[in-house]
């Protein structure tokens, strides 16, 4: 591939990625932990620092994105913004996955590349998460960059991306673990260590993973409790403490590969998987390719690379040009192409094992963690895919092949269309995880309709009382409202408030307590999580001489 090319492929490949995450980013509610970030960011935005929490949150990455995004939209407030301008850092990074492939280009095939950009682009999984306000899109890119940087023995550059990821999840030792193994056993026994390479890479990780968790030193000692994360997340990821997050090991395949639903699409990315077991079959039997320099390329074949032809026993012929020769005498060494190209297919195929089996055995499982195995499940597939061109021998063969792949391609994009734009809030899709109901926004009118019906405007009391820590995304919702009290557990000693939204099981203490108020709805949060709406008497009444009730709204 010329580097013309690669930019035109690179161009095309962002823009139909960026086809199915940028449109209608807004059209999902909040998720709960969309809302928590979205507080974590107003911190970043307003105070101009951050603080590492070592319990909740994970790292600051996509706040600093999200950064110049909102300021494009020209929102000057954190009320005034929406949930698009705040996923849309995570939607042009995510779409910007398929073309970084194009960065393995000297040591993976231009096909392999371009069906692994295409399933990036098109995978529901990845569209899907793409247009949430969470990490796990931005650790999966700064991996590939990572990879991809210490695969050209570019140390420095290779260490920045790690300390990415490090500032992204705590997740990303998973990550370094079992890319970690899979590049000892790709590369073998007999060579040295790089040292030098692996001790600066080391170093400029550590480096550049303190300035982004630091605040860029607006809280210098807030990293310093980052090894401290780990007692609580080590908790969570044994199944402790969160019997919610808690699922069999079969979820992730389960929700990824197979999720048959009545009256629904079929939700399946086999296609993919089925491809990443041929690309790890296949992968074994890697072509041995010189350099053009080494003798005339044959008529028709790429500038710059070509392979050797089958020996005979192989139906080949002997025909060979004089750079082949040359190297069977051992007048040349092997080709550091195919060497190359051989210990990516083993690293990338050791790789996705293991990152698979190590998501399979956590019991602490949300959907979106599997993007960390599922990528390099996807490079496989490319692989998988270019290898099966590649030994169709005969036109009508490649055509059946080619014509397979493209109908198998097409569904993916039918399904990333599905799963985010028809039944994006249904619960019967896989990737919709707890989702917020669609009734939040008919809580937030009501809200802010009570506010601006009382004299203290959006500074009016209201008091939330939940009977957890499970209230999100309401503060995203009622953002507007500057004097909201929350409570959690157990009623406050003083419950007076115009407006109460409070857990069921409170809702009679809290009208005894005050004779004085009615109960004026109840509004869904999640399934099986709702909060009663209790309303000073007179100010319900002068909210619906402004706001009669509509024909479909009870009173």
Known sequence: MTTRSVWVVALALFALALVGRFPKLGNRPFHADEAVHAAKFRELWEQKSYRYDPNEFHGPTIYYAALPVVAASGHKTFGSLTEADLR????????????LLLLFRKHLSSSALLWGGLFFALSPAFVFYSRYFIQEVFLVVFTVLFLAFAARQQASVA???????????????LTFFAAGVAWLIARGSAKKLPWRALLVGSGVALASSYLVLSGFFSTPTGPLGYLKTYLPWLNRA?????????????????????????????????FILVLALCGAFLGRRTEFCLPARLGSPPSGSAKGLWCKSPSPSQGGTTDQPEG?????????????YAGRRT???????????????????????????????????????????????????????????????????????????????VYFSDTKNPYVYSPTLPGISELKTRMEGLAQTHP????????????????????????KLDNIGYYTGQLPDDVTAPVLLVSPRYEEPVLERLPSHQLKGMHGLRLGVFYDLIVEK?????????????DDEEE
């Open 88 to 99: 849309g850092g995570v939607a042009i990074l995510g779409a910007a996955l398929a073309p």
């Open 324 to 336: 082949v020769a040359r190297h069977e005498r051992g007048e040349v060494k092997t080709n550091d």
């Open 159 to 173: 260490g920045l991306f790690a300390g990415l990821m490090i500032a992204t999840k705590e997740t990303a030792i």
């Open 238 to 270: 044994g199944g402790g403490g969160e019997a919610l997050h808690a699922h069999p090991w079969y979820d992730y395949l389960e929700r990824f590969f197979w999720h048959p639903q009545p009256a629904r699409p079929l939700w399946s990315e086999g």
């Open 343 to 421: 210990e990516t297919g083993k690293f990338v195929v050791v790789l996705a094992l293991l990152l698979t089996l190590i998501y399979t055995v956590i019991p602490y499982k949300t959907p979106w963690c599997g993007l960390n195995f599922l990528a390099p499940l996807i490079v496989l597939a490319g692989m998988g895919a270019a290898g099966l061109i590649e030994r169709a021998h005969h036109r009508v063969a490649k055509a059946f092949v080619g014509l397979g792949l493209l109908l198998g391609t097409a569904h993916l994009g039918w399904l990333s269309y599905q799963t985010s734009f």
């Open 538 to 550: 007179t100010l319900w009444e002068s909210y619906r001489k402004l706001h009669p009730p509509r």
């Open 456 to 479: 203290d405007g959006d500074k009016v009391v209201v008091k939330l009382v939940s009977r957890d820590g499970y209230y999100w995304p309401i503060p995203w919702y009622l953002r």
